[in-house]
């Protein structure tokens, strides 16, 4: 499989510096973790990521009447409950009669998304392309983006156009190289929405979600945590990255030279500058500085952040690219690709 093009959408720029929020330390801990700049739309997922995908058909020098397939990937609190995130995108362009899959699976959308449009390339028609698109849009009325974790959650879009490898491009040429991914489903229940399903249909006349505990205060009453327990679930969390991650570079015979390239979940400074060191690659190599542009998109993350690196000239032709993610479920899942020279 081969990426022919890639677009991008980022709503109004705002600043934690200016952030309306009754917990100032929670902000100043996210401010610690490297956080500045986030995005919010007063729109929609799904006119979003339409306009992802848009733009990345413009690169790609093909057409909304070539697509074959739509694989959607979103987290956050959908637009509307029941409906299809990849239909939706589908009928924003012209109403397609399209394959279409949806996931939603967090953070984990931004691997697992590319599996599925894998297994569908090999049956496009000639002149067909197929389409990856992942959002994430905030719904602060179900969760504060400040509270989750020290994290800001952020909104944006991303979609990139794919064809089997032997598809004709123009530009972009990234080259699927595979991947993995795995869940450890003692802690399924850790990042869950309290409200907004059918276990707790209502929101509480005049709730504020600002209010809510903080995600780390959820865990260790949730799953009754001790402190050391703490520890040891933090721990587990970073080896379980590494292996993941270590095991898909080893499947592709990759090193950790200087044409890797590591593109992870923006979860923070320190965390990321920590598996950086921990893997032996160089911050640089990474998409650490981002946590301050964008802050953390959900399932957008890997992808944006490699169609913003390439656009800086930071991945060059024979650059290798390994995109990995660490996701409620709980999920870990890293995919490799490569850019033809």
């Known amino acids: 499989m081969k990426v022919l093009g890639i677009g991008h959408v980022l709503p109004k720029p705002m600043r ?9 330390l929670q902000l100043e801990a996210i401010r610690l973790a490297g956080y500045d700049k986030y995005w919010v739309s007063n729109g929609s997922a799904r006119a979003m990521g339409t306009q992802a995908v848009v733009a990345a058909l413009e690169e790609s020098g093909y057409g909304v009447d070539d697509i074959g397939f739509i694989v959607a990937g979103q987290s956050n609190i959908p637009d509307f409950i029941g409906i299809d995130f990849a239909c939706q995108v589908g009928a924003e362009l012209g109403g397609l009669r399209a394959r279409t899959i949806n996931l939603v699976e967090g953070c984990g959308s931004s691997i697992s998304t ?23 849009r905030v719904s602060e009325p179900h969760l504060d983006r400040f509270g989750i974790m020290n994290a800001i959650l952020s909104d944006g879009a991303v ?12 530009g972009c040429c990234f080259v699927y190289k595979g991947g993995h991914d795995i869940s450890d489903t003692r802690f399924v229940d850790m990042m869950r929405f309290e409200r907004g ?12 979600s600002r209010q809510d505990k903080l995600g780390r205060d959820r865990i260790m009453e949730l799953y009754r945590f001790s402190g050391s327990d703490l520890t040891a679930f933090l721990k587990l969390r970073t080896e379980n990255t590494i292996q993941i991650i270590e095991s898909c570079l080893a499947e592709a015979g990759w090193g950790k030279d200087s044409d890797l390239t590591l593109l992870h979940t923006l979860e923070g400074r320190q965390s990321m500058e920590n598996l950086a060191s921990r893997l032996g690659i160089a911050k640089e190599k990474t998409n650490v500085d981002l946590v301050a542009e964008i802050s953390h998109m959900g399932c957008v993350d890997q992808l944006i ?7 800086q000239g930071r991945i060059q032709p024979g650059g290798r690219v390994a995109m990995s993610a660490i996701s409620s479920g709980m999920k870990w899942g890293c995919c490799l690709l490569e850019l033809q020279n």
């Open 16 to 24: 934690l510096a200016e952030a309306d929020h009754p917990n100032t």
């Open 305 to 311: 952040s490699l169609d913003i690196m390439r656009k």
């Open 197 to 208: 399903g059918g276990m707790g249909p209502v929101l509480a006349e005049n709730h504020d």
């Open 114 to 136: 590319w599996f599925s449009a894998n297994s569908l390339v090999r049956h496009l028609k000639e002149g067909q392309i197929g389409v990856i698109v992942l959002a994430q």
């Open 159 to 170: 979609a990139a156009i794919v064809g089997r490898t032997d598809a004709p491009s123009t």
